[in-house]
């Protein structure tokens, strides 16, 4: 009976595996994306924040993923807030030191070539202050960078 149950649970372990190996690859390649998406935002952020939130897919990033940024303040998306004065969001805030902050989010990625890509995205820091786009990447040395940001919508 002992030998039944674990060759069972093996059994169920092995089916698992390829699944997991499958999508592996595929969502770190997207993650190395979305990181160079990220630095790219930051870099290129001219408005006070003192905290970038991080939202993939409508969800908070993941703890792995936030640790790549690690000395930066790149937190996940529900860290900040949306303050908002008379029924209009004014800004977004940073939950824990209440200074502002800005919300970056990250969508689907369409790949155009195996180093060449297209990730939707954008930002949101208020009612007047928000973008959302394209941002067209390339590999070049086994390295991701952003080449061009073609913004879609923007207040």
């Known amino acids: ?3 039944t149950r674990l060759a069972v649970v093996f059994l169920l372990l092995a089916a698992l595996a390829p699944a997991s190996a499958q999508n592996s690859p595929e969502e770190a390649k997207s993650a190395d994306l979305y990181e160079a998406v990220v630095r790219y935002q930051i870099k290129t952020w001219d408005l006070a924040a003192n905290s970038y939130c991080v939202s993939i897919d409508g969800k908070d990033a993941a703890k792995d993923f936030l640790a790549r940024f690690d000395p930066l303040p790149v937190k996940p998306a529900s860290a900040c807030r949306k303050r908002t004065s008379q029924k209009v ?9 209440r200074k502002p902050a800005v919300i970056f989010d990250l969508e689907s990625v369409r790949w155009l070539s195996s180093d060449e890509a297209v990730v939707v995205g954008g930002y949101f820091c ?3 202050c928000m973008a959302s786009g394209k941002y067209h990447l390339i590999r070049k040395d086994s390295r991701w960078s952003v080449t061009s940001f073609l913004i879609q919508i923007q207040s």
């Open 89 to 97: 969001i004014m800004g977004v805030v940073d939950k824990k030191s």
């Open 126 to 128: 208020g009612s007047l």
């Open 1 to 3: 009976m002992k030998n």
